[in-house]
């Protein structure tokens, strides 16, 4: 069964720093994707040679890979209150990395991450 379980979030203020995890079980997976709600964050192509990033972000999120344990990172610094949302990890088989959410096919639960000003 295949599962993408995210953790980290929490109720932060503006500046503050957080990291998200997700571990993935069940298969393995080329590319990954952090989305706030369905809005594309951050995404991975294999091996982590390839990242992308939202505007919003770039230069505060950094998306990072573990392939010995199976764990997708999003270290987010310098948080604002505009970040907030539900956070979730994607991933697909495909090759490459992507910003669209139609072309991942396996989705996690979902984190909750707040900034107050």
């Known amino acids: 069964q295949v599962q993408l379980v995210e953790s980290g979030g929490g109720s932060v203020q503006a500046g503050d720093s957080l990291r998200l995890s997700c571990a993935v079980s069940g298969r393995s997976f080329n590319a990954y994707a952090w989305f706030r709600q369905r809005e594309f964050v951050a995404s991975t192509s294999c091996g982590g040679?390839?990242?992308d990033y939202a505007d919003s972000v770039k230069g505060r999120f950094t998306i990072s890979r573990d392939n010995a344990s199976n764990t997708v990172y999003l270290q987010m610094n310098s948080l604002k209150p505009e970040d907030t949302g539900v956070y979730y990890c994607?991933?697909?088989?495909?090759?490459?990395?992507?910003?669209?959410?139609?072309?991942?096919?396996?989705w996690g639960q979902g984190t909750q991450v707040t900034v107050s000003s």
């Open positions: 040679a390839s990242t």
């Open positions: 994607a991933a697909t088989r495909r090759m490459g990395s992507f910003s669209r959410d139609d072309l991942y096919d396996s």
